[in-house]
């Protein structure tokens, strides 16, 4: 894992700002740093070993032709089978020398032909052109600024704030998220004229700064033909997945990784101990029984005969940490959840693992989202007929425990959903009550529901597609990059490989969700943990006690915030709303969190980007930083 940052502008010296932006985020290559200049552009990365130790392989990295020279983030599992295929000579062991070698064969090309997850800048010295290229899946960030002939990227939002002062708030964003559920489901970000370059893409930006994008990957273009047997498919989702997990794990460094004792990661972890006996696995978890996940992961990992190392996340700790993980993600996230995230990593920063496999994107691509359980019943009606798919629908539901209003809430949810998507939660529920957003903010801003292209005839493939590329693995990758940056660390996710993505998105809907058994398949596949007489029948699927903390610990906190000075001048949120809202959330015992905490850390994340400056406050408690900012 790497960092990497440049600076695009003819005739002008720019290596004093590069050298902010890139010291900005050394969190992310405690290793090795490097610069590259001429009179045009300035290349900048900081770098982690993990595969290739030597020296050589630092970066910027210059083409033997000396006519490119390449910044990379990420890990190229092929490159070997490439270097053979393409008969690539080189000086050094790295996957940076083969990309940018193969760049100067076959041009950009070589973006559709990497296997892994990258960030990657190559710059053509003679043409004065740069390109920009983003893994399949958006698994490695690269974010851009580009004004008045002028073009800086970076790993992270911060280095470009480090030298851009006046960049403004992106509005629009705000009430994507606020209200639409819209959390880093387009190339914009919260900071207006910052972007992300989308995945699956490549940039070019020639001499003139005129900026072309290029789409080199395309999922729905690339599914399987084969009409499987559905009884085949388990294993052979687990053959793929054994397959994955061998090529990620390869490195000089020590490896382990995040376990749940979900189904994902406990084989995940599995299948990396037979490969590496020694490996190690870590755990965060909560006080509260109800939601701690530590007894399943040490359940699996004694059963495996590996170390289990845990982080204990209590009120306290989000006290203590949650400006500064917030500083670090650079825009908000939706739970507290990503504060125990960062905690783990940063618990384990010393004496931890280099290499941490995460097991982020099984629920997109194996559909284990209660939420899909509706476009299903509308794939069943148009197989089956309405009456069997409304049978077999009231059965789901039933088996769930809903009964009542709460089916006619979660129907109601699930078509408001469909058409507006993102702007419910999993369970059926509404984010958030429209009045809570000021009249006035929301006339001037809110351009609708964010709409997304439906590349399917199958309603769940549709929404498949939109989790996996618009809605939550965006930001989960997100998390799982800064929280596992900030330390130090690679975080790898073996379930993001192509072949297997394109497999779960060419299987029958009834291999995903079959009586009712989300994820189907998957689980399936489990027979395979079963003969070491693992059993993650009891997993619980409950996130953390950010409900009872935000009703109890949190409660003056959240009342103090909103009903403060500031919150009411913001202008962006209805205060008497807000507080009749939150009134109502602390007498239903089933309410959700989600749309309180999306208000207060909006407001938290205003205060400390735009109110003030974050290097102010890294390291403030919560507490302390709201009593200070709310005059």
């Known amino acids: 894992m790497c960092g990497i940052a440049g600076i695009f502008q003819y005739g002008k010296e720019n290596t004093s700002n590069l050298s902010k932006v890139i010291d900005k985020i050394i969190h992310r290559g405690p290793d090795a740093k490097g610069l590259w200049k001429n009179k045009n552009i300035s290349l900048a990365s900081v770098r982690l070993n993990v595969v290739d130790l030597d020296?050589?392989?630092?970066?910027?990295?210059?083409?033997?032709?000396?006519?490119?020279?390449?910044?990379f983030n990420g890990e190229i599992y092929n490159y070997l089978n490439l270097k053979k295929k393409y008969n690539i000579k080189t000086n050094t062991?790295?996957?940076?020398?083969?990309?940018?070698?193969?760049?100067?064969?076959?041009?950009?090309?070589?973006?559709?032909?990497?296997?892994?997850?990258?960030?990657?800048?190559?710059?053509?010295?003679?043409?004065?052109?740069?390109?920009?290229?983003?893994?399949?899946?958006?698994?490695?960030?690269?974010?851009f600024y580009l004004k008045k002939k002028k073009l800086i990227?970076?790993?992270?939002?911060?280095?470009?704030?480090?030298?851009?002062?006046?960049?403004?708030?992106?509005?629009?964003?705000?009430?994507?998220?606020?209200?639409?559920?819209?959390?880093?489901?387009?190339?914009?970000?919260?900071?207006?004229?910052?972007?992300?370059?989308?995945?699956?893409?490549?940039?070019?930006?020639?001499?003139?700064?005129?900026?072309?994008?290029?789409?080199y990957y395309k999922l729905q273009d690339n599914l399987f033909k084969n009409n499987f047997h559905k009884k085949d498919i388990p294993y052979i989702f687990k053959d793929?997945?054994?397959?994955?997990?061998?090529?990620?794990?390869?490195?000089?460094?020590?490896?382990?990784?995040?376990?749940?004792?979900?189904?994902?990661?406990?084989?995940?972890?599995?299948?990396?101990?037979?490969?590496?006996?020694?490996?190690?696995?870590?755990?965060?978890?909560?006080?509260e029984k109800k939601y701690d996940e530590r007894p399943f992961a040490r359940s699996v990992s004694n059963k495996l005969g590996i170390n289990n190392f845990t982080s204990i996340t209590d009120p306290k700790d989000v006290n203590d940490n949650f400006i500064s993980t917030l500083i670090m993600q650079d825009e908000p996230f939706t739970s507290f959840r990503q504060i125990s995230h960062h905690k783990l990593y940063s618990d384990f920063k010393k004496s931890g693992s280099t290499v941490i496999m995460e097991s982020s994107g099984g629920d997109e691509i194996g559909a284990g989202y209660t939420g899909f359980l509706w476009p299903f019943f509308m794939d069943q009606i148009n197989e089956i007929g309405f009456e069997k798919a409304e049978n077999n629908f009231?059965?789901?539901?039933?088996?769930?425990?809903?009964?009542?209003d709460e089916i006619d809430k979660f129907i109601n949810a699930g078509m408001y959903n469909q058409k507006f998507y993102g702007s419910s939660t999993s369970d059926g529920q509404k984010i958030i009550d429209d009045n809570c957003?000021?009249?006035?903010?929301?006339?001037?801003?809110?351009?609708?529901?964010?709409?997304?292209?439906?590349?399917?005839?199958?309603?769940?493939?549709?929404?498949?597609?939109?989790?996996?590329?618009?809605?939550?693995?965006?930001?989960?990758?997100?998390?799982?990059?800064?929280?596992?940056?900030?330390?130090?660390?690679?975080?790898?996710?073996p379930l993001l490989n192509k072949e297997i993505v394109e497999f779960c998105f060419s299987i029958p809907n009834e291999s995903k969700i079959h009586n009712g058994e989300l994820?189907?398949?998957?689980?399936?596949?489990?027979?395979?943990?079963?003969?070491?007489?693992?059993?993650?029948?009891?997993?619980?699927?409950?996130?953390?006690?950010?409900?009872?903390?935000?009703k109890k610990n949190f409660k003056k906190l959240f009342l103090s915030l909103f009903?403060?000075?500031?919150?009411?001048?913001?202008?962006?949120?209805?205060?008497?709303?807000?507080?009749?809202?939150?009134?109502n959330f602390l007498k239903n015992d089933n309410a959700h969190s989600l749309g309180i905490f999306q208000i207060f850390i909006t407001e938290i994340w205003l205060r400390i980007f735009f109110d003030n400056k974050p290097d102010y406050f890294y390291g403030e408690k919560l507490d302390n930083f709201i009593y200070d900012t709310n005059d």
């Open 437 to 493: 957003i000021s009249n006035s903010y929301a006339k001037k801003y809110d351009r609708g529901a964010p709409q997304y292209k439906k590349f399917f005839e199958n309603n769940l493939l549709n929404s498949q597609y939109i989790e996996l590329f618009h809605t939550k693995l965006p930001r989960g990758l997100r998390y799982v990059d800064r929280a596992s940056s900030s330390s130090g660390r690679e975080a790898r996710v």
């Open 394 to 404: 009231f059965k789901i539901l039933k088996s769930l425990k809903l009964q009542g």
């Open 563 to 583: 009903k403060s000075k500031r919150f009411k001048v913001r202008g962006i949120f209805n205060q008497k709303e807000v507080l009749k809202s939150y009134n």
């Open 519 to 550: 994820r189907w398949f998957m689980k399936k596949s489990l027979d395979y943990l079963n003969r070491k007489n693992i059993n993650l029948s009891n997993k619980r699927s409950i996130a953390d006690p950010q409900r009872i903390w935000i």
């Open 240 to 287: 793929l997945l054994k397959k994955s997990v061998k090529s990620q794990s390869q490195t000089a460094r020590s490896i382990g990784t995040n376990l749940s004792g979900g189904v994902d990661s406990s084989i995940v972890t599995s299948f990396l101990q037979e490969i590496n006996p020694k490996i190690n696995s870590y755990t965060f978890g909560y006080k």
């Open 93 to 143: 062991n790295s996957d940076t020398e083969i990309i940018v070698e193969l760049f100067n064969k076959i041009g950009p090309k070589v973006f559709s032909l990497l296997e892994g997850m990258f960030a990657i800048s190559i710059y053509d010295i003679a043409n004065r052109k740069l390109y920009l290229a983003r893994d399949s899946f958006g698994i490695k960030p690269l974010y």
């Open 153 to 215: 990227f970076c790993s992270e939002i911060k280095g470009i704030l480090e030298i851009e002062k006046n960049i403004s708030i992106n509005n629009k964003t705000i009430i994507d998220f606020i209200k639409w559920g819209g959390l880093d489901h387009s190339t914009e970000t919260w900071f207006a004229n910052i972007e992300n370059i989308e995945p699956g893409s490549y940039f070019l930006i020639d001499r003139n700064f005129n900026l072309k994008k290029f789409k």
């Open 55 to 71: 020296k050589r392989s630092n970066q910027p990295f210059i083409s033997k032709n000396k006519k490119f020279v390449i910044v």
